[in-house]
């Protein structure tokens, strides 16, 4: 069961264009929804994160869309780059179990061509 | 200085063996996790530990075993190699009491059994 659908599975843009990947959950319990970015022998790091309460978070050429009604978000990156070439994961986070734990549950990754 | 540091980087082993993966952070998180990243780039958590104490273990082959002997270390050692357990595998560690989840990998150490 895959509570965190991401999309597309692959994406290829021109430099300059705009990426937009695409992601949809189902449990409402969700309170954190970040994106991670991973380059090729790396592992993945955390580039934007947005919370529930607000519909949109920008940081630099990077921005989350949130509609919560419709339980979707979506990473959108302008003027995308050849350095953006990288694979990029949406995931979902909510507490687990009692205390202080979250769980983080991962789509399955798009991975994000740009052409120069 | 590495925040999350994994050793050895590259692993290859034949069938049958056993074989150990060893994980730092220093950045004082209370939280560290095991992931197996596979050839199509999922992502899948294995098992999380807070403060040396297992509180994630998805479903695992028990010939994975962690071993936290402090909240800075947790090491993964895998007995009787499988061909399937060919992948990248990731260590993190995260703060506990912190309200997102927020997690930061290591460089990952990719296995490959003949």
């Known amino acids: 069961q895959q509570q965190v659908k991401q999309s597309p599975q692959s994406l290829i843009v021109q430099k300059g264009g705009i990426s937009i990947i695409n992601c949809a959950y189902e449990?409402?319990?969700?309170?954190?929804f970040p994106w991670y970015q991973q380059f090729p022998g790396k592992g993945p790091a955390l580039l934007i994160a947005?919370?529930?309460d607000v519909s949109e978070k920008k940081e630099g050429r990077f921005t989350i869309s949130f509609n919560k009604s419709a339980k979707q978000f979506s990473l959108h990156i302008m003027d995308s780059q050849p350095g953006d070439s990288a694979t990029y994961f949406c995931a979902a986070s909510r507490q687990y179990n009692a205390g202080n734990n979250r769980k983080l549950i991962w789509g399955l990754g798009t991975s994000l061509a740009v052409n120069p | 200085d590495t925040a999350v540091s994994q050793t050895p980087k590259y692993l290859v082993t034949q069938m049958g063996n056993d074989k150990s993966i060893k994980c730092e952070q220093n950045?004082?998180?209370?939280?560290m996790y095991w992931y197996k990243q596979d050839s199509k780039k999922f992502l899948k958590i294995m098992f999380s530990y807070n403060n040396k104490e297992l509180i994630i273990n998805e479903t695992v082959p028990n010939r994975f075993s962690p071993k936290s002997p402090d909240k800075a270390h947790l090491n993964l050692h895998i007995n009787s190699l499988e061909l399937g357990d060919s992948a990248v595998y990731f260590c993190?560690?995260?703060?506990?009491?912190?309200?997102?989840?927020?997690?930061?990998f290591g460089e990952g150490s990719r296995l490959t059994v003949l």
């Open positions: 947005i919370r529930p």
């Open positions: 950045l004082g998180h209370d939280t």
């Open positions: 449990n409402t319990a969700f309170d954190y």
């Open positions: 993190a560690s995260s703060p506990s009491g912190g309200n997102t989840g927020e997690l930061f």
